[in-house]
Structures are given as C-alpha cells and as structure tokens.
T-cell receptor, first 114, second 111 residues
C-alpha cells in the first residue's frame, strides 16, 4: 500500500481564482491519478500524471483548466484554474503501487467556489 | 467502452445481518481487475477487496466476499455480520488501463 497526503483538505475560493492541490506519497510510484467527485456522484478521472512528461487528460478535461505537474515519483500537483461554482467538488489524488492493479487514495480536497 | 453499473443507489441492513451489493460491468477484455471501494463520510476511499479476472476463486477478506461471475460480467459484494462501521458509499470499480467506477451504493446499517 501507500500513504498519501493531500493538501489542502478543504478550501473556499472566490470565482476567477486558482487553487493548487498537492499530493505527496511516502514511496516512489509510477502512476498518479487525479479524480473529481461532484456532490453525491461517483469518481471521474481527470488525468494521469506521468513523471517527466505531460499529463494524459481524459475527455472533457483540458490542460488549461487543470494543469498538472509531476516533478518526481512521489509528488504531484493539480491546479484548478479560473474557478467557477461548477468546479465545486472533491478532488482526489490516487496512486498505483503495482502496475495495472488497485489504486490508493488520498483524503481528498473539498473545494467550494463562491 | 467499459462501463460499470450499480443498480442499487441505497440499501439498508440490520446490524449483524448479511447484505449483498450488486455490480455488473461491460468489457470485451479477458484480463482485468475488479474492486470494491468503501467511502465513509470522511471521504477517504478505502479498498475493500479485489479480484483478478483470471482467477476463478472468489476473493475473500474477513467479513467481505465477492461472487464473481465472469461470463455474466457480475461482481457482487457480500458483507457478513454487518457492523455500524460498515455504513458508507460502496463503489464497484473495473480496471484494465485505467479504473472506472460505478455510481455507488449507499449502505445504511440499522442498529
């Protein structure tokens, strides 16, 4: 397994601003993922964060809105840019310890945009 | 495209009783993984159990077991001796190159 620390745990932000969410893992992992969970909904994959290369985004998500960094094998950030109330969600970081198996999750960041 | 369907938005079970949560999925792949995750109010996603598609034997983790029917593409979760701490959202998930989650089933435990 892996211990994942995600910060901040929650934030309330003004529309038009940006928020960067950090994800720190206690061991080196190959794959890191960012998910969005809208209120009462399931998890939707935003992108896969690849170390040393650009993130791979899922349909409906773009780099300008959700830029991702992955500077090393234990850390990644997700920025939610130019926020609107529709971006109010829980954002979750997850990692894969063994390739193509289960993912482990951080505690999530509850974002409210006002 | 792969899909995961959980047809029970909510379920309730009496404490100490057994409950089964349903999940079906659609895929053309033969090699994949299936998971059940639990999300309590703390919102931490916790892996409950996993099943490799190539294994015929159903996975078991203490009070949690699955009924994996590969031909029927069915993957149900059975919770025995339900406890108050089992109250949570349960998500069924499928993985080949990425993990796809179902919509979830909210499980209530009645004391």
């Amino acid at each position: 397994s892996a211990v994942i620390s995600q910060k901040p745990s929650r934030d309330i932000c003004q529309r038009g601003t940006s928020l960067t969410i950090q994800c720190q893992v206690d061991s080196q992992v190959t794959m890191m993922f960012w998910y969005r969970q809208q209120p009462g909904q399931s998890l939707t994959l935003i992108a896969t964060a690849n170390q040393g290369s650009e993130a791979t985004y899922e349909s409906g998500f773009v780099i300008d809105k959700f830029p991702i960094s992955r500077p090393n094998l234990t850390f990644s950030t997700l920025t939610v840019s130019n926020m609107s109330p529709e971006d109010s969600s829980i954002y979750l970081c997850s990692v894969e310890v063994r390739r193509n198996t289960e993912a482990f999750f951080g505690q999530g960041t509850r974002l409210t945009v006002v | 495209a792969q899909t995961v369907t959980q047809s029970q938005p909510e379920m309730s079970v009496q404490e100490a009783e057994t409950v089964t949560l349903s999940c079906t999925y659609d895929t053309s792949e033969s090699d994949y993984y299936l998971f059940w995750y639990k999300q309590p109010p703390s919102r931490q996603m916790i892996l409950v159990i996993r099943q490799e598609a190539y294994k015929q034997q159903n996975a078991t983790e203490n009070r949690f077991s699955v009924n994996f029917q590969k031909a029927a593409k069915s993957f149900s979760l059975k919770i025995s001796d339900s406890q108050l701490g089992d109250a949570a959202m349960y998500f069924c998930a499928y993985r080949d190159d990425k993990i796809i989650f179902g919509k979830g089933t909210r499980l209530h435990i009645l004391p």
